[in-house]
Structure formats: structure tokens, C-alpha cells
């Protein structure tokens, strides 16, 4: 008996010693679980990941840019359906607990120890919540406990219906839709205020397995899911029988999804790196902005038909007799003349084929298309239509490797003296390469560059006929120099940015810069109208419209372009093989690239908005004879009416 009270004692101090170390080991473990929890405060100013949408000038949807494709929308927006099929289905006690089940974790853990393994979650709807938003979905216990801590978190700063609303916009319900409205617009067509019972109970029950109920994967298993959910509902009084047997006898049909009306694809590749540059790819991504481009839906719809007919007609006449013969490939873009805004790109045949953007990306020899920046600076030095350059054979020295250069016709034939008005519609290159001599191949280069050729060119007679690799959108942005009015206006495709909220991130502010005079500038719309009229583009005069441009063609008929433009829009068309093997004989840019530009143009022509090109102050016209450059009366032979600045026009003798 004497030991006894000694013994109690000792057996006391160890009990409190086990309790204190279980406790502090408790704390502990607490301690590191909570430590790096995340800070609920940062939802209040938390904004889920959004689907970006990318339409057209004309308002049509061309594409949605998404890393989760998501559309938030209000919880008022969403059925009533769709909330209590989702609550009876995924947490029946979801108005009731403070962010855990206590009685769902027990069932659970005795379910997980009998299988030896994680066999049942037990999670609310806040629990998945707060897994969604903050942790990974790996399954451990340390996951569990801190998203159990986290629901009692969310609980306590956030209402049921603020929960709610986040829940249904932020869960994944498989086929790549997150929330609610994306998987409503995709599996149905139509958004989620629109769907009905049966509609809403497919919904919720796709959280548990997406992927595997989604209606797009497997119709079967998604309607006996849905069933599920509705035999749920009636079970619990959400509905009758009635509603119940009319829900559950509908067919698991997978609407037509609102899908991008526009396509543009070359158009929408060559726009993300100044989309990113502007507002960051992670806004970009997942800000749920507005993008406006200058793109018109209608313009893009006649590129590509007018590509693919051009493309097919000269294909057909081309493979005739040859084996594994390859399409061609073709690119067009067209651009605001007024704004410089891209209205319509096509980069190849297919994008789906070849993405590699041919309108932006491919550097080919434009041919005599790069004249109009020759004659231009020869007009820019007072130049006029009427001054007279010869056509006859020549030879250069000093040309590449010290050999004499001797430039060719086209045609092989030469006509002597002759007007810049029709040495320039008649595209012919001796005069343009002694024009290049005596206006200063180097002077040509920074002349070029300033009407917006970004790329190198060396200084060389050569230069005249479009020998140096361009790009089509350089070559388009500088013939659109002359119907503007004289400025060069850096070509681009996104007008403006909006965010999730309408305001403006971003506006487009296009570099302009003068190249021309106005006078200048209406004297080349008038010369390039001339190649129309009387010259290589004879064929648009089909079109019966005012339009000016001029044919390219290199040599062995490897490439075909023709570039032109209305007092509306600037387009460039090129047609050549990847290879840059020929064409064709005799494929010229007036065969091969000029019907599809007629095409375009045609189709894109204002319906009621009279056309036609200014005529400065400033300016004089008259007929000449487009041979000598005299003046000469209107009946007589030949003569053309031909644009002057006053006092440089020539005289009646």
C-alpha cells in the first residue's frame, strides 16, 4: 500500500507526458498543414479564367482563345433545375453544413480502410470548391485535411449562393467545357438559362466522371447518368411524376454548339503575337476579353472563294498529262486604303494542309509588280506620264560576277521611244531598268523601304524588275500608298481590346508616314488605271469599276502576282508552287493571279456607294498621245486622258 501513491503518481506524470507529446505533435502536424494554406482573402478579388473572343470588323465571331474554355455568367442566370439537381446529386447537406459532412467522412473512411485504399471522397460542394481553386487533385490525407480547412474557411467568409455561383462557373464537365455555360453552349447549342430538366440533370451528373459521362464521348452512359439524377430528383419531391417521366423519356441529343461562324485562319495566326504582345498571353488566354479586328467577314468569305476558284481553274489546265502533279499554291490579302487595316488574308490552299502564311511569310521575287514604286519616285523627281524613256536593247557593266548585264522584254520586242504612261501599262523592262539608272539604284532602295518594303534589297539595276525577294503584305501596303493619298500606313489587324468588363486595354495607333504628294500620288492612280485601260491588266476592265494595278511575272513563269485597287481596298494576289518550280508556260501574273483578283474585287464592290479616286487641286487632265506625250485632241487615235500636276502638263504643238 505504501508504493501505491508513488506509483499513481509516476503513471500520472506519464499519462500527461503522452498527452502532452500527442497534443504537441497534433499542433504540429496542424501547424504545417496551415502554414502554407492559401489565403482565402485573395477571392475577393478573384476572377475566373474567361474564353477570349476574336471578331470580326463586321461583328462575327472568328475565334475564341481559352487555355480552360470558360464563360462566367451569373447564378440568376442558371435554371433552378439545374441548382437542385446538382445540390441533390453532389451534397444533399450542402444548405446545412458549415463546409464539411462529418457523417459522409466517417462512411467514407470505413469505405476507404475496407478497400485499402481512397474509394470514396466525401466531399462537399465546397470541399471540391476549394479544391478547384487552391490545391492539387492528388489524393492524400494532408490534401484532405487542407481542403477540409479550407471549406471552413470559404464557409465563413462566403454566402451559400456566393459559393454556389463560383461552383457552377468553375468545375470541369468534360469535352473541354468549364462551367456550366461553356457545357451548355456545347452539348446543346444554346446557353445555360435556355436548358430544361432533363437537360439540367445530364449537367449534374457530369461532375463525378466528365470525361467518361460526357455526351460527346459516350451518349449511353451520359443518359443512364442523367436517369440517375432524375429518378434522384423525384425521389427527394424535386419533381413529379409527370415531369419526371417526360424528363427521363427524352433522347440524349447532342445540339449543333455555337461554334466560331468566321475561319480566317492564316489571318488569326499572323494577329496572336501582336495580340500577346499587347495585353500578355496569360490575360490573353484567361481574361475572357473582346478582341476587334479589322478582318471583314464578307472580304475574307471572297478570298478564299476566289482563291480556291483561281487555284482549282489553273490546276486543272496545268496537269493535264503529268503524274503526281502538285496543286499550286496562292495567297491574297487586302487592306483598307483609308485605315491600312487588313481586311482579308489568305496565306495558302489549306491551312490545314500547309500552315506556313504565304501572304506574310514567303519571300518571293514580285517581277514587274515592284515597277509602280520605280515609276513612282521617278514622278516623286518631276518626272511626268508624258516624259519619254527609250525601249531598245542595252547592256550594263559591272553586273554580277563584273559581266555585262543585258536586260530583256518580256516579249522580245521594242517599240523605241515611248511615254512612262505606257512603258508602265505595256510593263515593259528596259524602260523601267534606264529609269532605275538615272534616278540611283541606292535612292530606289530607301524609296522602297519608305513606301513600306521591310525587307533587305540591294542596291542593283536588277532591282527595277522586281528581282529581290518581298513579301505580298509589304507589296500591298505599298500600292496602297497611291490611293490613299500619297501616306504609307503600316498594315495591321487588331483595332482594339476590350476586357471582361468592355473597357478599352488596347487600341490600335497605325505609323503613317508621307511618302507622296497628293498630286504625286493621284498621277500613279491615274498611270496604274492606264495598265487597266490600255495595258497587261486589261482583263479588269470587266469589273467596269475604278481600279488601277499592275501584273508580275518572274522569270520561267515561277511566279504570278497582280497588284491593285480601288478607291475602297488595296488586295495582292500570288500564285506560285512551294518549290518555286514553274508554273506553266506562259502563266503569267495576267493569267494566273489577275482572275482572282477580278473575283475579289467583284465580289467585295460596295452595292450603292458610288466609287471613284480623288483628283486633287492641283491637277490638270488632257489627252496625249501616249507615244510621243503630245497633247492632242480627244478624237484622235489613241489618245488617252492622262493625269498632270498644272503647269507640267505638255503643250499643243
Known amino acids: 500500500m505504501g508504493n501505491r501513491k508513488p506509483f ?19 499542433a504540429g502536424a496542424f501547424l504545417a498543414l496551415t502554414r502554407d494554406l492559401p489565403q482565402i482573402r485573395e477571392l475577393e478579388n478573384f476572377e475566373p479564367s474567361a474564353v477570349t473572343r476574336v471578331y470580326s470588323a463586321d461583328g462575327v465571331l472568328l475565334s475564341e482563345l481559352f487555355l480552360e474554355k470558360r464563360i462566367p455568367v451569373p447564378i440568376d442566370q442558371m435554371p433552378a433545375a439545374l441548382k437542385k439537381a446538382l445540390i441533390v446529386t453532389e451534397d444533399r447537406q450542402f444548405y446545412s453544413h458549415s463546409g ?56 465563413r467568409r462566403y454566402t451559400k449562393g456566393e459559393l454556389l455561383a463560383l461552383y457552377l462557373n468553375q468545375i470541369y464537365l468534360g469535352s473541354g467545357a468549364y462551367g456550366v455555360e461553356s457545357a451548355a453552349r456545347l452539348f446543346f447549342g444554346i446557353p445555360a438559362s435556355r436548358m430544361n430538366l432533363a437537360q ?34 423525384r425521389s427527394q419531391g424535386i419533381v413529379n411524376e409527370t415531369q419526371y417521366r417526360q424528363a427521363i423519356s427524352e433522347p440524349v441529343t447532342v445540339g449543333s ?44 468569305q471572297a478570298a478564299e472563294q476566289a482563291v480556291k476558284t483561281g487555284i482549282d481553274d489553273l490546276y486543272k489546265r496545268t496537269s493535264q498529262g503529268k503524274e503526281n502533279s502538285v496543286p499550286p499554291q496562292g495567297a491574297l490579302v487586302a487592306l483598307d486604303v483609308r485605315t491600312g487595316g487588313i481586311l482579308a488574308m489568305v496565306g495558302g490552299r489549306d491551312f490545314s494542309e500547309s500552315p506556313f502564311n504565304r501572304a506574310v511569310d514567303a519571300r518571293r521575287q514580285p517581277g514587274s509588280a515592284f515597277k509602280p514604286i520605280v515609276y513612282a519616285l521617278a514622278i516623286a523627281r518631276g518626272f511626268t506620264q508624258a516624259s519619254l524613256v527609250l525601249d ?61 518594303i521591310q525587307t533587305p534589297l540591294s542596291p542593283n539595276l536588277s532591282l527595277a524588275l522586281g528581282t529581290a ?37 488596347w487600341r490600335a495607333r497605325p505609323a503613317v508616314r508621307p511618302v507622296l504628294t497628293t498630286v504625286q500620288a493621284a498621277i500613279m492612280v491615274d498611270m496604274l488605271q492606264g495598265v487597266v485601260q490600255e495595258g497587261t491588266g486589261k482583263r479588269a476592265r470587266r469589273l467596269n469599276m475604278p481600279v488601277g494595278g499592275k501584273t508580275g511575272t518572274t522569270n520561267d513563269f515561277k511566279d504570278a502576282l497582280f497588284l491593285g485597287f ?75 486622258r492622262a493625269l498632270f500636276a498644272k503647269g507640267t502638263e505638255p503643250s499643243k504643238k
Not at 467522412?105 to 485499402?116: F, N, Q, S, T
Not at 523605241?416 to 510593263?427: N, V
Not at 518581298?470 to 490613299?484: D, I, K, N, R, Y
Not at 501574273?589 to 456607294?609: H, K, N, Q, V
Request: aromatic share 6%.
Open 8 to 26: 499513481k503518481i509516476r503513471t500520472l506524470i506519464a499519462i500527461t507526458a503522452l498527452v502532452g507529446l500527442f497534443s504537441g505533435a497534433t
Open 200 to 233: 439540367c440533370a445530364l449537367i449534374a451528373g457530369l461532375p463525378q466522371a466528365p470525361s467518361r459521362f460526357s455526351p460527346l464521348v459516350n451518349p449511353d452512359l451520359a443518359r443512364k447518368r442523367r436517369n440517375l439524377v432524375l429518378t434522384i430528383m
Open 392 to 452: 531598245a536593247p542595252v547592256v550594263f557593266k559591272g553586273g554580277p560576277d563584273n559581266a555585262d548585264w543585258r536586260p530583256e522584254n518580256y516579249s522580245g520586242h521594242y517599240l523605241g521611244e515611248m511615254t512612262l504612261r505606257r512603258a508602265l501599262a505595256l510593263s515593259k523592262n528596259i524602260p523601267a531598268v534606264r529609269l532605275a539608272e538615272r534616278l540611283g539604284p541606292s535612292d530606289l532602295v530607301q524609296f522602297a523601304h519608305k513606301m513600306g
Open 566 to 640: 480601288s478607291p475602297e481596298a488595296a488586295c495582292g494576289v500570288w500564285v506560285g508552287m512551294d518549290d518555286a518550280s514553274p508554273l506553266g508556260d506562259r502563266e503569267t501574273g495576267a493569267r494566273a493571279a489577275l482572275p482572282i483578283w477580278i473575283d475579289f474585287m467583284a465580289a467585295t464592290r460596295p452595292e450603292s456607294t458610288p466609287l471613284y479616286f480623288d483628283i486633287p487641286d492641283g491637277t490638270t487632265k488632257i489627252f496625249m498621245d501616249p507615244v510621243t506625250g503630245r497633247r492632242v485632241n480627244e478624237t484622235e487615235k489613241n489618245a488617252v
Open 100 to 155: 464539411i459532412d462529418l457523417r459522409g467522412i466517417l462512411r467514407a473512411i470505413v469505405k476507404d480502410i475496407m478497400a485499402g485504399q481512397f474509394v470514396e471522397g466525401a466531399s462537399t460542394i465546397t470541399q471540391q470548391l476549394a479544391k478547384t481553386l487552391f490545391l492539387t487533385p492528388e489524393k492524400t490525407l494532408g490534401r484532405k485535411i487542407k481542403e477540409a480547412l479550407l471549406a471552413i474557411q470559404l464557409e
Open 469 to 505: 525577294g518581298t513579301h505580298l503584305l509589304e507589296l500591298t501596303g505599298a500600292m496602297s500608298v497611291f490611293p490613299q493619298g500619297g501616306n504609307h500606313i503600316a498594315p495591321f489587324g487588331v483595332a482594339e481590346i476590350l476586357d471582361r468588363d468592355g473597357d478599352a486595354l
Open 257 to 300: 454548339p455555337q461554334r466560331v461562324q468566321g475561319s480566317a485562319p492564316y489571318f488569326l495566326q499572323y494577329i496572336k503575337p501582336a495580340l500577346e504582345a499587347a495585353v500578355g498571353p496569360d490575360l490573353l488566354y484567361k481574361g475572357g476579353l473582346t478582341v476587334h479586328t479589322t478582318l471583314s467577314h464578307r472580304f475574307q
